[in-house]
C-alpha cells in the first residue's frame, strides 16, 4: 500500500517537475569572435509543454563578469521564478551572454555589439519560441552592462520594447581612474587607455541622433548612493537627458550601497517589474508570426 502510494505521489510530481523553469549551458559558434560564444538561458515554467512565443530579456553582465554571473550573484533565477509566479512579469526567456571585458561594443579589439545583436540575438529567435519583434524584446544589464544598454537604446530604438540600466558605467566626458574601462581592450590603444575609443563608443556620441528620430524607448536607470565610481552622479545626468524628451517613460532610483552585487540583486526585481510595462505577453503562435 504504501508503495502504491508513493507511486501515486511520484506520478502527480513527475508533470510539475516537467514544466519547471529551466536554466541552460549554451553555445554556439561566433563568425565575429572566432570563437565560441556562451550564453545561460532562462526558459521558464510551462515552455515545453505549451507552443507559446515567449518575450526575451537579454541580461547583461558587467566588465570582468560572465554568463554565469546573474545567477550565481545576482540571484536571477531565483527572483525570475518569483516574478513570474506572482504575476509581477510575465513569463519570459531571459538570455544572459558572456563576453568579458568586451562592454558589449565594437571596440579596438573585438566586435562585442556585433557579436551580440547580430548573432546572439538571431541565434536567440531561431532556437526558442520567442517573439522576434520589438515588442517582445527587452535588455538590461549592470555596470558595464548599463553602458551598453544605453548605448543600444540610443542607437536601436528600434530594436527593444524597454531597457534597464543597473548603476550603468556611463561616465562622461571619461571614466575615473579607478574604472576597469581604461584597463579594458575595447577602449586600449597599443596597450593605454585611449580617451577618444572612449567618447567614441560612449553615450553622449549617440544622443543627439536619438532625440532626433521619433522613436522613443521607456529606460529605467539606478545606482547605489554610495557608488565608488560616482555613477549615482553620472546616471543622474544621463536620466535628465532622457526626462527631457521622454518624461513618462523614464525611471531613475538611487538607493542605498555601493557598486556591487547586492545593490542590483535586490533591485532586479523592480527593474523587471518597469520592463514588464512595456513587453509583450505569450503570444499564440499565430499571433506571433504577424509582422
Known amino acids: 500500500m504504501l508503495g502504491r502510494l508513493l507511486f501515486l505521489v511520484a506520478a502527480l510530481l513527475l508533470p510539475m517537475a516537467a514544466q519547471a523553469a ?3 549551458d549554451v553555445a554556439f559558434p561566433s563568425a565575429a569572435l572566432g570563437r565560441d560564444y556562451k550564453l545561460q538561458v532562462y526558459l521558464p515554467d510551462g515552455y515545453d509543454a505549451g507552443t507559446a512565443r515567449y518575450p526575451t530579456l537579454y541580461l547583461l553582465h558587467g566588465a570582468n563578469g560572465d554568463e ?3 545567477v550565481q550573484k545576482g540571484d536571477a533565477l531565483t527572483s525570475l521564478n518569483k516574478l513570474i509566479t506572482t504575476g509581477d512579469i510575465p ?3 531571459v538570455v544572459m551572454p558572456g563576453h568579458t571585458q568586451a562592454w558589449w561594443s565594437d571596440g579596438n579589439k573585438e566586435l562585442g555589439e556585433t557579436a551580440l545583436l547580430k548573432e546572439v540575438v538571431p541565434f536567440v ?5 520567442v517573439i522576434a519583434a520589438k515588442r517582445g524584446r527587452l535588455v538590461a544589464g549592470n555596470s558595464a552592462g548599463g553602458f551598453a544598454t544605453i548605448n543600444m537604446v540610443l542607437k536601436y530604438p528600434d530594436l527593444f520594447a524597454a531597457a534597464a540600466a543597473l548603476s550603468p558605467a556611463i561616465y562622461a566626458p571619461l571614466p575615473p581612474e579607478t574604472s576597469s574601462a581604461r584597463k579594458n581592450h575595447p577602449f586600449l590603444v597599443d596597450g593605454k587607455f585611449d580617451p577618444a575609443s572612449w567618447q567614441r563608443l560612449n553615450w553622449p556620441a549617440w544622443f543627439e541622433g536619438y532625440k532626433a528620430q521619433s522613436t522613443r524607448v521607456p529606460l529605467y536607470i539606478n545606482s547605489g548612493d554610495q557608488d565608488r565610481f560616482d555613477i549615482a552622479y553620472h546616471a543622474a545626468v544621463v536620466y535628465q537627458k532622457f526626462r527631457e524628451i521622454q ?5 531613475f532610483r538611487v538607493v542605498g550601497g555601493d557598486h556591487e552585487w547586492p545593490v542590483w540583486a535586490e533591485t532586479f526585481p523592480d527593474a523587471a517589474r518597469f520592463l514588464a510595462r512595456f513587453v509583450a505577453r505569450p503570444e499564440a503562435v499565430e499571433t506571433a508570426s504577424r509582422p
Open 22 to 24: 529551466q536554466l541552460l
Open 91 to 93: 513569463p519570459m526567456v
Open 125 to 129: 529567435e531561431r532556437t526558442y519560441r
Open 68 to 70: 554565469k554571473e546573474w
Open 247 to 251: 518624461p513618462k517613460i523614464t525611471s
